[in-house]
């Protein structure tokens, strides 16, 4: 039988109950005072009132287990949501605004904003290094999409480009990404890959007892100074792997990310190239091969959408 088939993806009470075990494993906590006493919280019944609603008898305001996460404000069903989260949950590539707009039954604009909340959940919290004593960290950097504005005038170490007009990536936007062999995966956009951008994303998220391996851009010039190790290959001469020493790794994520982006989503706003790295490296560091299935990935992505809201429209900054 489909796990699909389960009560909490058909049935509205079922999903707030699975979302309450989880979210509140011991018991019910007012998010507007942090009251968890279950004497002072008692659960509201009644024909008019909503589903999942509680009532704080120390600040004396109603609250759901949706107040504080990314469902907050929704008027989207929640057994709606937990399809949306393991549809996502399950799909290696990806899994189209279009698509869940098809397959939910939702509009298309409640697809689109949908997505994106559950991509806030799949973002990482925390960022503890890669790597460690002995271990193997790779760095790579690539390029998807054309960056929004006016095209660069020159290259990013400042010099104008040939009468060829060849912009090579200056135009594109630039990518960094980090892989721990037979571990994590960690993307950052940056707006231009130079070597003080990219020296210090490598330098605070990668242990410093790290071997860490390269190819022979420039970028990674003098790494040696700040880790255990740091070799690289040269691909300019045909060299793409010396024993141990290569960046097949990242480079294998960047495809699936690409393979993604050019075949499930199509386009994407640089605005939210974010979110969509958040999504493609939760998928991978919550891959088969670390003991992580379909399920258990759509849990962690349940359980990393407390604390985090995101409104439609940002607002502006006084």
């Given at each position: 039988m489909s796990?699909?088939?389960?009560?909490?993806f058909h049935c509205e009470e079922a999903a707030y109950d699975y979302i309450e075990r989880h979210i509140w494993p011991d018991g019910p906590i007012c998010p507007h005072c942090e009251e968890c006493d279950s004497t002072r919280i008692t659960k509201l019944k009644g024909k008019s009132t909503r589903i999942g609603t509680?009532?704080?008898?120390?600040?004396?305001?109603?609250?759901?287990?949706?107040?504080?996460?990314?469902?907050?404000?929704?008027?989207?069903k929640m057994h709606l949501w937990l399809q949306?989260?393991?549809?996502?949950?399950?799909?290696?590539?990806?899994?189209?605004?279009?698509?869940?707009?098809?397959?939910?039954?939702?509009?298309?604009?409640?697809?689109w904003f949908m997505s994106h909340r559950i991509r806030e959940a799949m973002r990482e919290g925390i960022l503890l290094p890669l790597g460690g004593p002995g271990k193997i960290?790779?760095?790579?950097?690539?390029?998807?999409g054309k960056i929004d504005g006016p095209p660069p005038e020159a290259t990013t170490s400042g010099r104008p480009f040939t009468s060829s007009g060849r912009k090579g990536p200056s135009g594109k936007r630039a990518i960094l990404g980090l892989h721990e062999r037979k571990g994590k995966v960690r993307y950052f956009h940056i707006k231009q890959a130079t070597?003080?951008?990219?020296?210090?994303?490598?330098?605070?998220?990668?242990?410093r007892e790290s071997s860490l391996y390269t190819d022979e851009s420039r970028l990674y010039k003098g790494m040696d100074q700040h880790f255990a190790e740091h070799e690289h290959v040269r691909h300019s001469t045909g060299e793409f792997a010396r024993e141990k020493v290569h960046s097949n790794t990242i480079e294998s994520s960047f495809s699936i990310f690409k393979r993604g982006m050019r075949g499930i989503y199509q386009h994407c706003g640089e605005s939210h190239?974010?979110?969509?790295?958040?999504?493609?490296?939760?998928?991978?560091?919550?891959?088969?091969?670390?003991?992580?299935?379909?399920?258990?990935?759509?849990?962690?992505m349940l359980m990393g959408a407390i604390g985090?809201?995101?409104?439609?429209?940002?607002?502006e900054k006084a």
């Open positions: 796990i699909l088939s389960e009560p909490r509680y009532k704080c008898k120390t600040c004396r305001k109603p609250f759901t287990v949706k107040v504080g996460t990314i469902f907050e404000s929704s008027h989207v949306a989260i393991y549809l996502m949950a399950s799909s290696k590539k990806g899994f189209s605004s279009n698509q869940l707009h098809r397959t939910l039954g939702v509009t298309l604009k409640t697809a960290v790779e760095a790579d950097e690539t390029y998807y070597k003080i951008n990219v020296a210090k994303l490598v330098k605070e998220n990668i242990d190239l974010h979110r969509y790295l958040a999504e493609f490296s939760f998928r991978h560091n919550h891959r088969s091969d670390l003991g992580w299935n379909d399920a258990d990935r759509a849990t962690s985090k809201r995101l409104t439609y429209e940002v607002p």
